[in-house]
């Protein structure tokens, strides 16, 4: 990912203009259409911040412009094809799929040396299950995880939370910063509240 502080003002810029684009289509919103525009703006605007490098970003903004409702936020960070281009697989996802197979391979021999067979199928059974649970969930959490084998998966989990700490981080600020602007407007708390943004 790209220097945190320049994706957190790249994201600023452009959830603030998703919003000024959406109110100016919609004048009299409802308080659920105001929270909609603004969850829907900022996560547009944090999917086009990866530059659809990214699977999860693709996904988000396919998802997004499949709502007609949503064409004045999503025109100008639609996808460019219907489909998002897959991946190439590198030859360090390779490393990492057969170093992790090496390693289960170690680990079940030294198992079946250590504890009786029984012992080893049940715990392996319940361990596989688990894993099972747990990837299903993380890809009904991650957008376009479904499509995911389990290295892309990771990869792309890891670097969606990245962006979705950079935003909650954005939107933190922008709150201290409004309520210093609340706070004193008589003591120029436009000037105090700018370094709370950056």
């Given at each position: 990912m790209r220097n945190i502080n320049s994706v957190k003002q790249e994201f600023l810029k452009?959830?603030?203009?998703?919003?000024?684009?959406?109110s100016s289509q919609k004048k009299n919103m409802s308080l659920m259409e105001r929270k909609?525009?603004?969850?829907?703006?900022?996560?547009?605007?944090?999917?086009?911040?990866r530059n659809k490098s990214t699977?999860?970003?693709?996904?988000?903004?396919?998802?997004?412009?499949?709502?007609?409702?949503n064409k004045v936020l999503?025109?100008?960070?639609?996808?460019?094809?219907?489909?998002?281009?897959?991946?190439?697989?590198?030859?360090?996802?390779?490393?990492?799929?057969?170093?992790?197979?090496?390693?289960?391979?170690?680990?079940?021999?030294?198992?079946?040396?250590c504890r009786t067979k029984d012992r080893v199928v049940a715990a392996s059974f319940v361990a596989k299950r688990l894993v099972q649970k747990r990837t299903r969930r993380l890809k009904s959490l991650l957008p376009g995880g479904e499509s995911m084998d389990a290295v892309s998966l990771?990869?792309?989990t890891l670097?969606?939370?990245q962006s979705l700490r950079a935003q909650v981080?954005?939107?933190?600020?922008?709150?201290?910063?409004?309520?210093?602007?609340?706070?004193?407007?008589?003591?120029?708390?436009?000037?105090?509240a700018l370094p709370y943004i950056r």
């Open positions: 452009k959830w603030i203009w998703g919003l000024r684009k959406y909609k525009a603004i969850k829907l703006s900022a996560d547009l605007a944090m999917a086009s911040t699977r999860w970003s693709r996904a988000l903004i396919a998802n997004a412009s499949r709502d007609g409702n999503t025109e100008h960070v639609s996808p460019s094809s219907s489909s998002p281009p897959q991946r190439p697989a590198t030859r360090k996802s390779f490393r990492r799929i057969r170093s992790c197979r090496n390693m289960l391979i170690r680990r079940n021999r030294a198992a079946v040396h990771v990869e792309e670097d969606y939370i981080e954005v939107m933190r600020r922008l709150v201290t910063a409004s309520e210093i602007m609340i706070l004193n407007p008589s003591r120029g708390g436009e000037k105090e």
